[in-house]
Structure formats: structure tokens, C-alpha cells
């Protein structure tokens, strides 16, 4: 099977079933090539249901995962985004493909000059993937009008949800494994937001994000 039809494959096999039916959306991931994002190794499971190793301990996501996280965030191609985790850059490639400009922050600083290099080869001009620890988001480029976290937190930081414009939307995966939700955080004034619980799923833990405190008996 060729990659494209894995791709077409992918598409209507895993992610339309998993509630992605947006035709943008849908577009994006129909085009974008994921074998881009995948390690040489791993080639042969670039358009499967499964997580694909990185290294350093990080891992891809399956595709589905990525496609609930870009669609949930209804883009409409004129939002500056900020990414936490750039990971492979697949995800960011995704909400590029959304949005007028994307900022990815990757705390590890091999897997974030892969990210570049995978980016670049696909094509994806409006990304700026930085080495930095995302738990603090990137104030000075605040507010953006979308967040997305490409792992999980056992919760969001007030820092992150604090650089939403008003109207802005924040998803992540929140929780300790094994119960985690998809869950969107919308703000709704200065000092105001609204969370929704979207979907249950896993996902790797997101590095330089604090957990919560153990009680031992």
C-alpha cells in the first residue's frame, strides 16, 4: 500500500469515525504527509492507530489524537496559536495548516531541531518552533487567540490560561493516567473561564509541568 492511500486510509478509517467531520479540518489531513513527522524506523506505522516512538522518552500520538486537538479548536485560518510540545511537529503542522501563525515551544532541544527540519520539508512556513519550557507559555508574545498542549498535565496552569485573548480557547488533556479527558478552556473575561470535558484519551506527559502532591499513609 502506498502512503497515500494509507493517508486516504487514515483519514476515513480513523479519524472521520472519531467526530472529525469539519471539511477544513478534513483537507489538512488528507494533505498533510505524516511519514514526514515519523522517525525513518518507523515508517511502516506513519498511518496507523498507535504511538510511534521519539525517543527522549516523547512519542507521537496516534493521528486520531492530533485531529481532535486541531478540529476541537474550530480555526477559521486568522488566529496566532501557541503549541506546547512540538514533539515531531506533525500537531503543529496540522494547526498551521489552520491558522494564520503558529508558535511551538519543545523543551527538548533535539527533538525541537528535528521538528524544524520535519516542518521545513513539508513546506510549513508559519511556524516558529523555540526551545523553551512551555509550563510558562510565551508572555511576550501573548495573547493568542488558541493554546493547544500536544501532551498531557495533571493541570492547566493559570499562567497558560492567563495568555488567552478574551474568547480565546485552550485545549489539553488533563488528568493522571489511567483517567484523562480532552478538555477545552474558553475565557470569557479578564478574570473568568469556562472549561468543558470533550473526550476521554491518554497521551505522554508534557515535560516541565508540575504534578500534583502525592499523600502517603
Not at 67 to 94: C, F, I, P, Q, W
Not at 123 to 132: F, H, T, Y
Not at 167 to 187: E, H, K, S, Y
Request: with cysteine; charged share 20%; aromatic share 6%.
Amino acid at each position: 500500500m502506498n502512503q497515500e492511500q494509507a493517508r486516504f486510509n487514515m483519514v476515513e478509517q480513523q479519524i472521520r469515525p472519531w467526530q472529525v467531520l469539519d471539511t477544513a479540518a478534513l483537507k489538512v489531513l488528507s494533505h498533510l504527509q505524516r511519514e514526514l513527522f515519523v522517525p525513518q524506523a518507523y515508517q511502516a506505522l506513519a498511518y496507523t492507530d498507535t504511538e510511534i516512538p521519539l525517543g527522549h522518552g516523547q512519542t507521537m500520538v496516534p493521528p486520531r489524537v492530533d485531529a481532535r486537538l486541531m478540529h476541537d479548536l474550530h480555526l477559521t485560518g486568522n488566529e496566532k496559536v501557541l503549541e506546547v510540545g512540538t514533539g515531531s511537529g506533525y500537531l503543529t503542522a496540522l494547526l498551521a495548516g489552520r491558522a494564520q501563525r503558529v508558535i511551538s515551544l519543545e523543551i527538548n532541544s533535539e527533538l525541537a531541531a528535528t521538528a524544524r527540519a520535519n516542518l521545513q520539508r513539508a513546506g510549513v512556513s508559519n511556524v516558529e518552533v523555540r526551545e523553551a519550557d512551555g509550563s510558562h507559555g510565551a508572555g511576550a508574545d501573548a495573547p493568542f487567540d488558541a493554546i493547544v498542549l500536544g501532551g498531557s498535565v495533571a493541570e492547566v496552569p493559570q499562567a497558560l490560561l492567563q495568555q488567552l485573548t478574551i474568547g480565546g480557547r485552550l485545549i489539553a488533556i488533563v488528568g493522571t493516567d489511567p483517567v484523562m479527558c480532552a478538555t477545552l478552556f474558553t475565557r470569557t473575561a479578564d478574570t473568568s473561564w469556562q472549561s468543558k470535558a470533550l473526550w476521554d484519551t491518554t497521551a505522554p506527559r508534557l515535560q516541565g509541568f508540575a504534578e500534583p502532591t502525592r499523600f502517603h499513609f
